[in-house]
């Protein structure tokens, strides 16, 4: 898992530049093509003596994903207009969401009914849907600047997004409650997978289902945010998106460690998804209206660092901690740490209408 996360730190910066200065388009789909090659490696890489040339591979899966991540992102602007960003970027993460949700349960039982290999080519043959379905997609005329690309420029221009993400207030608002919330997911991902296979008694089979409700949930959520959502202060969406991951990962506890019962988790998951979703909406919301659009590609690669290190940093930690017991004590802990910035975050807003108040 932390190799999946090495890319976004070491190469993520740089990809970030060079989106900003290629064709958005033609680099999602040279990036899937790419994918393509390295799905179909990997049973041969993971059949090697070494687990070197497996690791390597898994590394340039997500290296190329370094690109395609930052361009995704980058052009949403250029298919949707200024007073509909919000509404896209929800829509946007619905599709995500529900295709993640829906095929890391069909991946699941493939990789145990048809084996590895086999999944491996239904996997190529999804990244070859998505380059056909990308391909016909019609953008105005963006224009894009071609500077000379020397090492020392693509350096600047890496330097002056991270500068640019660093400038803003709520920018960086966003990336503290960014790596707050990957940090937190990540340990709680890690402990929950443990929690789940001690108490109810399967390996894979109950997290790809349990994966399925999370990503009902995130559609729900962002459904909600998309309709509801929008007409709310960005502070008190996040304040309350906060409050009910707390709440939701305690439910979660008690579901599995106490109840040990699979419809509680399912419906504790999908209340999690609820919750989650508005988080990210908001993060992409803010930085695309902050933010030039010439920037937007190194702006999310830097974002990408933020994030990645915070989620390599809480999976070392969790599973060190998880192998000297404590499962259940760690989610407690994190999900109390979610619920006390949650309620941070709407006492601020909470106060600030009571000064604003009282001067009126």
Not at 45 to 54: D, K, T
Not at 322 to 330: D, F, I, K, P, Q
């Amino acid at each position: 898992m932390v190799v999946t996360s090495l890319p976004a730190l070491l190469v993520g910066p740089f990809a970030g530049a060079y989106v900003d200065r290629w064709d958005r388009k033609r680099t999602m789909i040279i990036c899937d093509l790419i994918r393509i090659g390295a799905v179909l490696c990997l049973p041969w890489m993971a059949a090697a003596g070494s687990r070197i040339p497996l690791y390597l591979d898994i590394f340039l899966l997500f290296a190329v994903a370094s690109f395609f991540v930052p361009a995704r992102l980058a052009m949403i602007p250029d298919l949707a207009p200024p007073d509909q960003l919000a509404k896209a970027n929800a829509l946007f993460t619905t599709s995500g969401m529900i295709g993640s949700a829906v095929t890391v349960l069909v991946g699941a039982l493939l990789v145990e009914w048809a084996g590895i290999t086999r999944s491996c080519w239904v996997n190529a043959a999804a990244y070859l849907a998505s380059a056909v379905f990308i391909a016909p997609i019609a953008r105005g005329a963006v224009s894009r600047h071609e500077p000379e690309e020397s090492a020392r420029m693509i350096l600047a221009e890496v330097w002056e997004g991270l500068c640019e993400l660093w400038r803003h207030q709520d920018t960086r608002r966003v990336i503290a409650l960014l790596g707050f919330l990957v940090a937190g997911a990540g340990a709680s991902m890690l402990v929950g997978t443990v929690l789940v296979q001690h108490s109810l008694g399967s390996v894979t089979k109950d997290l790809g289902f349990l994966s399925l409700w999370f990503g009902a949930g995130m559609f729900l959520g962002t459904v909600g945010y998309g309709r509801w959502g929008t007409h709310h202060s960005k502070r008190v969406v996040l304040g309350a998106a906060f409050l009910g991951c707390g709440v939701s990962l305690g439910c979660f506890l008690v579901a599995v460690v106490t109840l040990k019962s699979g419809v509680a988790a399912s419906f504790t998951t999908a209340l999690l998804g609820c919750y989650v979703a508005p988080v990210g909406i908001v993060a992409n919301t803010l930085i695309h209206e902050a933010h030039p659009e010439r920037l937007h590609g190194r702006i999310f690669s830097s974002l990408g660092i933020v994030v990645n290190l915070s989620l390599i940093a809480s999976l070392l930690t969790a599973g060190w901690l998880v192998e000297r017991g404590g499962h259940a004590l760690l989610l407690g802990v994190i999900g109390t740490a979610f619920a006390g910035g949650g309620i941070a975050l709407l006492n601020r807003v909470i106060l600030r209408f009571g000064f604003r108040s009282e001067r009126e």
